[in-house]
């Protein structure tokens, strides 16, 4: 399985493994990232949390944002702990940038 890693600003790296955006999953706690992959390279669009990532993308509330942006990879982090998905989503968002994420602190 591909993964991609994304550093907090703890200094804690998380590790995600990446599928394509039409993937259908489980019914499974996790952080998600949205981006564009060209080559190895992956353009960060939006990050998230969900604790059903089964129904999570059925009519997402920043699917315009995701077709404007080419999302073409979802990557995910799984925890079944909705504390630590918000903890890791807060540390992530504290260090980087994502188009689509309205607020990043």
């Known amino acids: 399985m591909p993964k991609v890693s994304l550093q907090g600003c703890s200094g ?3 590790s995600f493994d990446i599928y394509s955006i039409e993937t259908a999953f489980n019914t499974l706690g996790a952080i ?3 981006s564009k992959r060209q080559d190895k390279t992956h353009t960060r669009i ?3 949390i969900t604790e059903d990532l089964s129904t ?3 009519n997402h509330h920043k699917q315009d944002c995701f077709d404007k942006h080419n999302a073409n990879c ?4 799984l925890s079944s702990s909705k504390e630590e ?3 890791i989503e807060k ?3 504290c260090n980087y ?3 689509c994420n309205e607020t990043n602190n």
Request: charged share 25%.
């Open 46 to 48: 939006y990050l998230g």
């Open 74 to 77: 979802i990557s995910v982090h």
């Open 85 to 87: 998905r918000e903890t």
């Open 91 to 93: 540390d992530i968002l």
């Open 56 to 58: 999570r993308f059925n």
């Open 12 to 14: 804690k790296t998380y």
């Open 97 to 99: 940038d994502f188009s």
């Open 32 to 34: 998600y990232f949205i």
